[in-house]
């Protein structure tokens, strides 16, 4: 054996003259291979004007100097190219892409070749980790696609799981590392949105019940599918086409229609001025500017019966009318007083009514039992004698109170044609 088995380093023969020769042919080869860094390994010809020690790894299909050697490394020693054929596991840093490369035996791969890193403990990418960030990535954009590779189910899904109830399962948002923007479950169960000025003082802005799915703006633990909660401002409504014309729904507070429900215009309900509607708990509601109703309308609840419709006067009438719930066969329309003594009081002022026996108008009742009913004294219109109206146009069946009839004062009817006394029948004279 002349050489050695893997660098080939010549042996010195026994009794060999001029044995130094030897003995630098094998430094030289040691200096070529051992620590192996070459410039390039994409170049196919020599360079012009290479420094002593130079090495390259050939590209395929190498020409002039290198012919016949892709893939070896080339030196470049005591003015002329060596070429080392490479063993299985060399490895060799390529300074043009700061990258390590091993030769498996028919090509030149990269050394390192991270399968996995299940599991490491701190995972830093362009940044340090550490013991409460053990995943620390510091990038513009960060990607989570689903797996179209392995391949996976087209889905992508981010998992975030807590102990216990009480622990938080969130996604925080800062400004310089202070918290402006959180949402997830925190401290609870329920999915919450909060948000901080300064990230130190939490305001609660949206949460949903996870029993009921109800949504509670400004208030934790809503009670209704939509519950808001606010102060003067209460809910605001603009239409988007006519930019600043608000309303504002709230309810007042205290020293200020106290659990009144407020209809407003503007974008808060603290201005009485503003008002349009206020609906007490306990009587009835206040048209601060008055009720105005569009031609056809509907005013009240479709579904609980009483829907009534309003005609404004056009030409020679206008129209109210009204419904009753479905499949009652009646219909029927109160009318309330209420008069302040001390404290509010409702009295019954009277009632439309129809049923399939006809209409019937009741004046300080509900229950009429006749066309007309009037539960108390009624009063008829006075004439004289010498001024009374029409027989014929007021009707038969008219009533009227004469006053200075012969015999004294009497109530008198058309016949259709005259005034007749009630007490004899004759006609008024």
């Known amino acids: 054996m002349d050489t050695t088995p893997n660098l080939k380093l010549p042996f010195i023969a026994p009794a060999q003259a001029q044995k130094h020769v030897t003995h630098n042919e094998a430094l030289l080869l040691l200096d070529a291979a051992v620590n192996l860094g070459v410039v390039s390994r994409t170049v196919t010809s020599p360079p012009a004007d ?17 012919l016949g050697h892709d893939h070896e490394i080339c030196v470049w020693q005591d003015g002329a190219w060596t070429f080392l054929a490479p063993l299985e596991g060399w490895l060799v840093w390529i300074a043009d892409e700061s990258l390590l490369v091993a030769w498996n035996g028919s090509a ?28 620390s990535v510091k ?73 009921t799915g109800h949504v509670g703006v400004g208030i934790s633990a809503p009670a209704a599918p939509l519950h808001v909660a606010g102060d003067d401002q209460g809910l605001s409504l603009e ?27 503007g974008t808060d309900i603290a201005t009485p001025a503003n008002h349009l509607l206020r609906i007490p708990k306990t009587y009835a509601p206040t048209f601060t500017n008055g009720i105005q109703v569009t031609d056809g309308e ?17 030409g020679s009438r206008g129209e109210l009318s009204f419904r009753g719930p479905d ?39 509900f229950s009429p039992t006749t066309t007309l009913h009037v539960e108390g004294p009624a009063r008829i219109g006075n004439y004289y004698v010498g001024n009374l109206p029409d027989a014929t146009t007021s009707g038969a069946g008219s009533i009227i109170y004469l006053t200075d009839e012969t015999g004294g004062p009497v109530l008198a009817f058309s016949d ?14």
Do not use: C
């Not at 807590?162 to 800062?174: C, D, E, G, I, V």
């Not at 009483?306 to 006067?313: D, E, I, Q, R, V």
């Not at 259709?416 to 004279?429: A, E, F, K, L, Y």
């Open 50 to 66: 290479p420094a002593e020690g130079t090495r390259y790894i050939a590209a395929s299909a190498a020409t002039d100097a290198w």
């Open 108 to 135: 030149w791969i990269e050394a390192v070749s991270i399968e996995s890193i299940n599991p490491a403990e701190l995972v830093g990418v362009n940044t340090v980790a550490d013991a409460s960030n053990r995943l």
């Open 139 to 211: 990038s513009d954009q960060v990607l989570h696609s689903h797996d179209d590779v392995t391949p996976g189910s087209g889905d992508a899904r981010h998992l975030i799981n807590k102990a216990l109830t009480t622990n938080t399962a969130s996604l925080l948002f800062q400004t310089g590392y202070s918290g402006r923007d959180e949402f997830g479950l925190a401290g609870n169960d329920n999915w919450q949105v909060k948000v901080s000025a300064d990230g130190i003082a939490w305001q609660q802005a949206l949460e949903v019940d996870n029993a």
């Open 239 to 265: 239409n988007t086409q006519d930019p600043g014309q608000s309303w504002t729904i709230g309810i007042g507070r205290p020293g200020m229609y106290e659990d009144q429900l407020i209809i407003s215009t």
């Open 298 to 314: 509907p005013i009240g609840s479709e579904t609980s019966g009483g829907l009534a419709n309003y005609k404004p006067w056009t």
């Open 327 to 365: 499949d009652s066969g009646t219909a029927e329309f109160r009318i309330y007083a209420f008069i302040h003594d001390g404290a509010f009081q409702g009295k019954d002022a009277g009632v439309w009514k129809a049923d399939a026996d006809g209409a019937r108008l009741g004046i300080n009742t």
């Open 416 to 429: 259709g044609t005259d005034w007749r006394r009630s007490t004899d029948r004759n006609i008024v004279s």
